[in-house]
């Protein structure tokens, strides 16, 4: 069976910090995968979203970076955190793109300070 | 533009009350998606249904069921017998043709009290 984890659970960063989450995919095979944030009382904005190795597309213009090394590997970046980057992160991956069901981490809480 | 509207921010009912959560979408598409996700206190968000926009038939697993209806732009998801372990936020989300983008809405949250 397909399972995702993404870590750290929570992280707390100063400002000006670099940022590096991460989310690896098991039980299945280019998945396409995505990162999304939650912010408090609302629903969930897409931020990057990969259909292959090296294959990155950004939704909203940001301080945050992703890569995708490995086939079921997607990272989260930054190089300086800003006090706006707190939130919560989502990684998900879907067989397909958009139409069909994700299939979301835990989660990472982070907070800048 | 798509755009997918929860108007209920919380609901707060008592074990055993049947309870609705309200959908309302936007799309110019003609085929899409619509979906509902649970995202219990443990943070992750949990599938529970995908409907397509071809597909108005209601659907019901259990104690859950779901209106489609095409005509109004809603997709609304009951609980029937609400129990303790449904307390959680419910997303509905969109998806149109051609994208990867999934639209969700704001998101409910439900308190089930014993």
């Known amino acids: 069976s397909q399972t995702i984890h993404q870590w750290p659970a929570t992280l707390v960063q100063p400002v000006g910090s670099p940022l590096s989450l991460e989310c690896t995919v098991e039980?299945?095979?280019?998945?396409?995968l995505y990162w999304y944030r939650q912010a408090a009382g609302r629903g969930l904005q897409l931020l990057f979203y990969?259909?292959?190795?090296?294959?990155i597309s950004s939704e909203v213009p940001q301080n945050l970076s992703a890569s995708r090394p490995q086939d079921r590997q997607f990272i989260l970046s930054s190089k300086k955190l800003l006090l706006s980057d707190s939130g919560f992160y989502l990684c998900a991956w879907s067989v397909l793109p958009g139409n069909t069901e994700a299939f979301f981490g835990q989660g990472t809480r982070l907070t800048v300070v | 533009a798509q755009k997918v509207t929860q108007a209920q921010t919380e609901i707060s009912v008592v074990e055993k009350e049947d309870v609705t959560l309200d959908c309302v979408y936007e799309t110019r598409d003609t085929t899409y998606y619509l979906f509902w996700y649970k995202q219990p206190p443990s943070g992750e968000l949990v599938f529970l249904i995908r409907?397509?926009?071809?597909?108005?038939q209601n659907e019901i697993s259990g104690r859950y069921s779901w209106n489609f209806q095409k005509s109004t732009s809603s997709f609304n998801f009951t609980i029937t017998a609400s129990q303790v372990v449904d307390s959680a936020v419910y997303f509905c989300a969109l998806s149109g043709t051609g994208g990867f983008k999934t639209i969700f809405g704001a998101g409910t949250r439900l308190f089930v009290k014993a």
């Open positions: 409907r397509n926009s071809f597909d108005e």
């Open positions: 990969s259909v292959g190795i090296g294959q």
């Open positions: 039980g299945t095979s280019n998945p396409n």
